[in-house]
């Protein structure tokens, strides 16, 4: 189980090797992407808005996310636990279901799309200073293929996500 400190430095982590790794592509590949897959505006979209719901969320006040979603009824899960149920839920993703909405981007977009990721990694990081350990552990968010997390787990979730999008990238762009 991650510590806070760590879930922020992972995050900052993995949102640099994402950024490192667009910066050295060529501008033409951030609109260029296998045959029906997204291209790599779309990746950096996607990554882009969740962080953004991220957000929103932690700044709730807590008692409505406590009366919207409720309380854990269970302990805590670890990382390599929760990678596991996501991995296990896409491979039994139906093949029409569209994932989140990704927008098309345009070359012009790359260095304000990647600045504004940045900046919302940068809020994700501040809004976690202002919950405390116990806290991330007692308030639960909804997931759309995991179902409700502790905030921990969707924190540790993100940090995979970030990875399991960037190793995607590197293998197929």
Do not use: C
């Not at 969740?50 to 709730?60: C, F, P, Q």
């Amino acid at each position: 189980m991650y510590i806070k400190e760590d879930i922020i430095e992972k995050l900052g982590t993995s949102a640099t090797e994402i950024v490192d790794w667009m910066n050295i592509q060529p501008d033409e590949n951030f609109v260029k992407g296998p045959a029906n897959k997204w291209d790599t505006s779309q990746h950096l979209d996607h990554l882009y808005r969740i962080v953004v719901m991220i957000n929103k969320a932690l700044r709730l006040p807590k008692f409505i996310l406590r009366w919207r979603f409720g309380k854990p009824n269970r302990k805590g899960r670890d990382y390599d636990t929760i990678v596991a149920k996501y991995q296990h839920k896409l491979k039994n993703l139906s093949p029409t279901r569209k994932p989140p909405g990704a927008k098309k981007h345009t070359i012009a977009d790359k260095p304000v799309l990647i600045n504004e990721f940045e900046l919302q990694i940068q809020r994700l990081q501040k809004g976690l200073n202002k919950w405390t350990e116990e806290e991330l552990d007692k308030y639960l968010f909804p997931h759309p293929l995991l179902g409700k997390m502790t905030v921990r787990e969707l924190m540790m979730w993100t940090v995979y996500h970030h990875y399991h999008h960037l190793n995607n990238l590197k293998s197929n762009y």
